[in-house]
């Protein structure tokens, strides 16, 4: 049974929506696998908005074949309010990597049942079944690009060749949101991989502070390109959250593939886990 979402509203108060539709890696029957997937961040105010949601909405994916080398895709996010699609959906294509946001309005009521929904196909022509997540967890923040800054180590230096590398990524991101979990955020993540400066995938722990106090979890990432798509728990103030972090590694301005230091450009969403 899904989740009825929502908040009332009163003259001069907003509520907020976050979706981020996330699922695990999932491969086709065609061998082609998607890490990463759509996300929403939209607010409603009963005077500024005219009680309609508006924000954006976007995609952060990396896409491989059955080989595990990148593969071309088009992925359309779309929300749905009680099994309806709304007409504001978008679609995003990328070889290996797909990445883009747009503005997103749409009408929703207090107990409407709202979902950002995901439809994938691939260089090859087949597809991804569709799949969709709740939006609208008055607990979640969403950080929008370049709120998240950061430094990345990594030892030794990132390079063209795969290999095993530790690292340490210290972040700090403004994050909007309501109730308790919008504010500020020092996130450092530590770990392993195996990777180059191009391709590759990771785990490891986090840690820091947030807006209800320490925070401690752990972490995935999986590497296309310059892009870190990082997918995480954390406890803070005695409530499980899930995070996830797009990150851009901007290690190169000439687009040369050798660096063990480089600055962190991101967006994200950390929503509280039911």
Request: proline share 4%.
């Amino acid at each position: 049974m899904r989740r009825t979402v929502g908040k009332a509203l009163v003259a001069g108060t907003a509520a907020v929506m976050v979706g981020v539709l996330v699922p695990a890696a999932s491969a086709n029957s065609a061998g082609d696998t998607i890490r990463g997937g759509c996300y929403a961040y939209a607010v409603s105010n009963a005077v500024a908005t005219n009680g309609q949601y508006e924000g954006v909405m976007g995609d952060n994916s990396v896409t491989t074949d059955a080989t595990g080398a990148p593969t071309a895709a088009t992925v359309t996010c779309a929300i749905q309010v009680n099994g309806i699609e709304s007409p504001s959906s978008h679609s995003f294509s990328g070889a290996g990597v797909q990445a883009g946001q747009d503005q997103v309005v749409y009408s929703a009521s207090p107990t409407d049942d709202v979902e950002v929904c995901q439809y994938v196909t691939y260089a090859d022509g087949s597809t991804e079944a569709a799949s969709c997540k709740d939006v609208g967890s008055p607990d979640a923040a969403y950080c929008p690009y370049g709120s998240v800054t950061g430094t990345g180590n990594w030892s030794p230096a990132e390079t063209t060749t795969v290999g095993p590398h530790t690292f340490v990524w210290d972040t700090n991101a403004n994050c909007l949101g309501a109730a308790d979990d919008g504010g500020f955020y020092h996130v450092t993540f530590r770990g392993s991989s195996n990777d180059a400066c191009t391709a590759g995938s990771g785990a490891g722990d986090l840690s820091g502070s947030g807006p209800e106090g320490p925070i401690t979890g752990s972490f995935t990432f999986f590497r296309g390109g310059i892009h870190l798509y990082i997918s995480g728990t954390f406890v803070s103030g005695g409530e499980q959250h899930n995070l996830q972090y797009w990150i851009d590694v901007l290690a190169s301005a000439g687009g040369t593939c050798s660096y063990s230091t480089a600055p962190l450009l991101a967006h994200g969403a950390i929503v509280d886990s039911p």
